[in-house]
Every structure is written in structure tokens, then in C-alpha cells.
């Protein structure tokens, strides 16, 4: 089996974040890269991380007119990254031309596409909160109804809860790639995640990727935090 785990970088300082990079590039399937380290360390941060051979996931959520996110989508294709996320909610002419971007660009530059992947319903999100910008919905109807359009959009793969991922098997190709963050293995001191699975869990219900944070980088011993994940999936 590949390995699955995606560590997220969530720290400010670029040392910081290579120093993980470093100590966990053996052990796990790549690193997660978001607003918070991108913001303080820029493109460099994903370059060096890149450049140690290492998968990255550039998390930026692009929402915007089509022709400015496949713009970005671009640039993030020339910095050799694997995965990157758009939110679906930007509508089927943004994804189609995210997905176009990232196959042109890796073609001209002569590398693999990332995988495109559509962020559906935050998980911060409930029905009020759809409710607030006018959406009448429930979230489950909303992940749904925007699961089919990243499917018509031709996007590979979606970001999704744990709790959503064994819905979301019944009805999508099974070739689309789910993506997970709210894993906690039990272990770890309670925090703001509140809906959960464990990665064992996750798996079964059809995880192909798990994003993994505190539980691994605010372990005492990170490395022996994700071989005893891996040894769970065995
Ligand atoms: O530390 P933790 O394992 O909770 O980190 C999860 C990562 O996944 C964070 O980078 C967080 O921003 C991201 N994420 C999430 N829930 C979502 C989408 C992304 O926790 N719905």
C-alpha cells in the first residue's frame, strides 16, 4: 500500500517546517503546505521542501474568476507541486479551468499534473452558515450537489470530513481521490476537531489520502507519532 499520510505543515517559521520535512520525509507520503506557512515563507518554503524529493499539497483554496485561479493554478503547477485545492463553490467554469491550467501547464513544463482537488462545505460550516450567504441547504445536500459538479468538472479528487467520506463512495466514481484532514488517532490531547475518525477508520471508509497535523507535529516524538499510524493500517 502507498502511504497515505500527508503531514501538515501548519507552523509559521520555514525551519521549523524543514526540520519535519527532514525528520519525517521517510516515513510518510508528503507534506501538506497552507496559508499560514505560504503566507510567512512564500514560494520558497515550497521550492526547498520540493526540492528534498519530497510530494507536496499546496493548500490555497483559490476562489476566484476562472482566468485568475487557472493563472494560479499555474504558477502552482511551475513549482512542481502534487496536489492543490480550489473550492468548488467557484462554480464549474472555475474548476474546468483549474483542471485545464494544471494539465496545459504541466505539459508545456514537463511535469506529472497535480491533482486538482475541490474543497466542498468547510467543515466549519453548518446550515446556518449557508443560510447566512443565502444558501438554503442542508450540508450534506450542498457537499453532494457540489461533489457532482467538481465530477462533471472533471476535477480527480475532493477534500472531504472523515464523516463524509462513505457517503460520498456510494455516488462518486470510484476513481475520484478523497482527501481527509480531521483524523485523530486517540492518543492526542482533545482540540478543536470535534468530528473525527481514526486513520484505520478513515481508510475503511475510503480515505485515499489522510491529513495529519497536531497528532504528528505537536507529538513529543513525531516520527514514532507516524509509525505507530502506520502500524495501525497494517
Ligand atoms: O492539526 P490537524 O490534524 O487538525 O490539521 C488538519 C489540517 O487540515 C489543517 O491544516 C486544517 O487547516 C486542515 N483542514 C481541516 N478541516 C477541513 C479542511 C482542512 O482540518 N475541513
Redesign the pocket.
Known sequence: MRNPILV?L?VPAPDVALKLVEHLAPVVGGF?I?GELFTSAGPDIVKKIRATGVSVFL?LKFHDIPNTVAKAVASAVRLDVQMLTVHTSGGFEMMRAAEESAQQTANQAGLNAPLVLG?TV???SDSRTLAEIGCDSNVGKQVERLANLAVKAELRGL?C?PLEIADLREFLPSHMQLVT????TGAEKA???KRTLTPREAMAAGASWL????????AENPRAAVEKILESLK
Open positions: 501538515a501548519d501538506k497552507g493548500d474543497v468547510l467543515t466549519s477534500v470530513s484532514p480531521g483524523i485523530r482540540d478543536d476537531q491529513v495529519i497535523g497536531r497528532p504528528i507535529y505537536a
